[in-house]
């Protein structure tokens, strides 16, 4: 095989990589989503030593597992505060939606109000 | 979908991901045997360029150009380091060969020297 043929073989590799990578981010957020209604904390140190467990058992080289570790502690950032941006945004969602309600009764009783007085 | 059903469905995509950056890793190591043969050096700026845009060009989020980017320079880090790797035990080698070879020649110019004197 010549250096072309292999960098076309990586190129596509690197396509599928991407595939995978934002499948896995769309469970993160999916996570974000879930934590958001039951208080859970983005980061939980527990969950993440058996993601790196899981990451070194299927481990079969030709990568040390450090390295391959090393990868990972960056996928692990970029997935973290893509969780993160998910729970703002749901909490600000949810914010909006206490206030759109906070708002909207208070309309109510100012309606009932000029109701009453007519 | 509950948290840990979501897990369940991670472990698996990470278990895939270590399959496909071992893939790409044995393909940097070709390259890094090539490269030995015909005296490329392991750092391509304009190939790195390339990787990057195919990657941009594949994303279809929902991690932003720039996170995923940020994952990528460090896979590319540590693929450079396992091509500097391949490359210095592929040197190491043809070193130890012609060292090999000289104390091979040496050895038959001696028992050559000898059988004259003989």
Do not use: C
């Not at 396509?15 to 499948?23: G, H």
């Amino acid at each position: 095989m010549t250096i072309e043929e292999m960098r076309i073989r990586i190129d596509v590799l690197d396509r599928q990589l991407v595939e995978l990578l934002s499948e896995r981010a769309r469970a993160a957020q999916t996570i974000g989503n879930l934590k958001a209604a039951t208080s859970l904390p983005v980061y939980e140190p527990e969950r993440e030593k058996i993601i790196y467990a899981n990451v070194r058992a299927a481990n079969k080289g030709p990568l040390p597992d450090i390295e391959l570790t090393h990868i990972y502690e960056r996928i692990i950032d970029v997935m973290r505060a893509l969780q993160r941006n998910e729970l703002a945004s749901q909490r600000n969602a949810q914010a909006a939606q206490v206030e759109r309600d906070r708002s909207g009764l208070a309309a109510d009783a100012r309606a009932s109000e000029t109701g009453k007085k007519q």
